[in-house]
């Protein structure tokens, strides 16, 4: 079927920040010969491979970064409604891989055709803040708009973390760390709400949150990983107010300390369905 090429895969809508070929509305302020980056797929391509793989019954998946990228993408989604339906759209389930600047108009289109998105929080962690990469390709304002992790996740954009190693070390803690610790204080998540985009968001955006996957509970699958952590608590981003209780007598489960100064948990044992593939404990 035509269409197909990189079926549920992370389809290259626009390039990266660090070689300035994110596309984007405004010229890189630190060199504007690179212009307003790359744009790898137009808006009639982005239509089309939505089209075949809702045909075929599977999610797509696409590269976005730049807010030019994310136009054009909006726009291909916009196409495949009105010749497919919106409700055909958003039954796809499509998925977004980064999506670092979303603006509100983008924002809306997401909770209208049900997008769910993949993103790096390690990403703000190693280029983002004042003095970092993304200000001094984009200039300290707009790098300020990039990851709103706490809009997503209030406005309740299904979101899953990870690491897109290489670019990143596989190192899930040091990814929910970046979610409390976001440069931007009004967009830091609770170290509660990090953890379950790490653990059950990826199922969820899977389709398989139905399974109980992502879970530790009777009847789940025995996907886990047993960590050592010096200290454990109810964590909420610092400058803001969690909704999860610090009361012991609330219940709320404990997760590791994820403090600057403390270290990362060192995982013992990873298991998956019941097999162990990784053992420290012995």
Same mark, same amino acid.
């Given at each position: 079927m035509p269409g197909?090429? *990189?079926i549920g895969g992370d389809l290259t809508v626009d390039g990266s920040f660090g070689s300035r070929t994110a596309a984007v509305r405004s010229p890189y302020r630190d060199d504007p010969d690179h212009g307003t980056g790359t744009l790898f797929l137009d808006a009639q391509e982005i239509c089309d491979h939505l089209a075949a793989v809702s045909a075929a019954g599977v999610p797509g998946g696409f590269h976005v970064i730049g807010d030019r990228g994310m136009d054009e993408f909006l726009l291909g989604l916009e196409i495949a +409604?009105?010749?497919h339906g919106q409700q055909a759209v958003a039954a796809g389930r499509h998925r977004l891989e980064h999506a670092l600047l979303v603006d509100a108009k983008a924002l809306a289109a997401m909770l209208v055709f049900g997008l769910s998105l993949s993103v790096q929080p390690a990403f703000v962690t190693a280029w983002g %803040?004042?003095? %970092? /990469?993304y200000a001094e390709r984009l200039g300290a304002t707009r790098a300020a708009d990039l990851s709103p992790l706490a809009d997503l +996740? +209030? @406005?309740g954009v299904p979101l899953a973390f990870g690491s897109d190693t290489p670019v990143t070390a596989l190192d899930p803690w040091a990814g929910v760390r970046g979610a409390v610790f976001h440069p931007e204080r009004e967009q830091r998540l609770s170290a509660r709400a990090a953890f379950n985009a790490h653990t059950r %968001? *990826?199922?969820r955006i899977a389709g398989l949150d139905g399974t109980g996957a992502g879970q530790l509970r009777v009847g789940a699958p025995a996907h886990l990983a047993v960590w050592d952590a010096e200290h454990l608590t109810v964590q909420a981003a610092p400058g803001s /107010? @969690? @909704?999860w209780s610090a009361e012991a007598r609330a219940g709320t489960p404990l997760l590791p300390d994820l403090g600057p100064e403390l270290p990362t948990p060192r995982c013992l044992q990873t298991v998956r369905a019941g097999v162990v593939l990784h053992d420290e404990l012995d």
């Open positions: 197909l090429t *990189g +409604a009105e010749v %803040g004042p003095d %970092g /990469m +996740a +209030a @406005s %968001g *990826g199922w /107010m @969690s @909704s």
